[in-house]
């Protein structure tokens, strides 16, 4: 397909359990980004990259949450020993340039269940 | 501390009427304001855009109105039509965006 595919689409891990999530963007787009979406509310950024640089992780709740994109396309996010909280849709984005006015193109998420 | 709001959480507009999606921002560093669309299941998809240094944009039976000054957008839906059921949030990008809470409109047939 021509969009960003997440995977997987649900996820339920039990807590204290590691979870990877994986993006794979639009080819040829050199930014990307993750969300954490929670129920009602807007998607709140998470990281960024440029390739393969992770340029901003400002937005990661915590140091249980890390982001990669080793060789500038597919992009995992783990999260390790989850907690209840972490429970959330994970959205990933991505745009072709790095340009402030670049829309970036939404996946259709990893639904998260932590019980 | 939310930078973007949308205070309005639902809207119920008629079939052909004009639906209009309001949205407030308090940083004045933002520079690109972005109208993204979402469906049940689905990720958010978008629609439309407007650089800070413009008042207006238009799209089709879309507009986004800016009045920097008030730091307030707004989106128009004209006319309306059933599909446009969905759930809208504005963003305004310094780089990365940062969403509003969203808001549902429904449009009844």
């Known amino acids: 397909g021509a969009g960003v595919s997440q995977s997987p689409r649900y996820k339920v891990a039990k807590r204290g359990q590691d979870v990877a999530l994986r993006c794979d963007p639009i080819?040829?787009?050199?930014?990307l980004f993750w969300y954490q979406q929670a129920l009602g509310q807007g998607p709140e950024f998470l990281t960024y990259f440029q390739n393969e640089a992770q340029l901003d992780k400002s937005g990661l709740p915590s140091d249980r949450f890390f982001a990669e994109r080793p060789e500038g396309s597919v992009s995992t996010l783990k999260i390790q020993r989850t907690q209840q909280e972490d429970s959330a849709v994970y959205l990933c984005?991505?745009?072709?340039?790095?340009?402030?006015?670049?829309?970036?193109?939404f996946g259709d998420g990893t639904r998260l269940s932590i019980l | 501390d939310q930078q973007v709001k949308q205070n309005s959480p639902s809207l119920s507009v008629q079939e052909g009427r004009i639906s209009i999606l309001n949205c407030d921002y308090t940083?004045?560093?933002?520079?690109?304001f972005l109208w993204y669309k979402k469906y049940p299941a689905e990720g958010p998809t978008f629609l439309i855009s407007?650089?800070?240094?413009?008042d207006k944009n238009e799209d089709g039976r879309f507009t986004v109105f800016l009045n920097k000054s008030a730091k307030h957008l707004s989106l128009h839906i004209v006319p309306s039509q059933p599909g446009d059921s969905a759930v809208y949030f504005c963003a305004a990008s310094a780089g990365m965006l940062t969403f509003g809470g969203g808001t549902r409109l429904m449009v009844k047939p």
């Open positions: 940083n004045s560093m933002f520079d690109y």
């Open positions: 984005a991505s745009s072709l340039g790095t340009g402030v006015g670049q829309p970036q193109h």
């Open positions: 080819s040829g787009h050199v930014s």
């Open positions: 407007i650089s800070s240094i413009k």
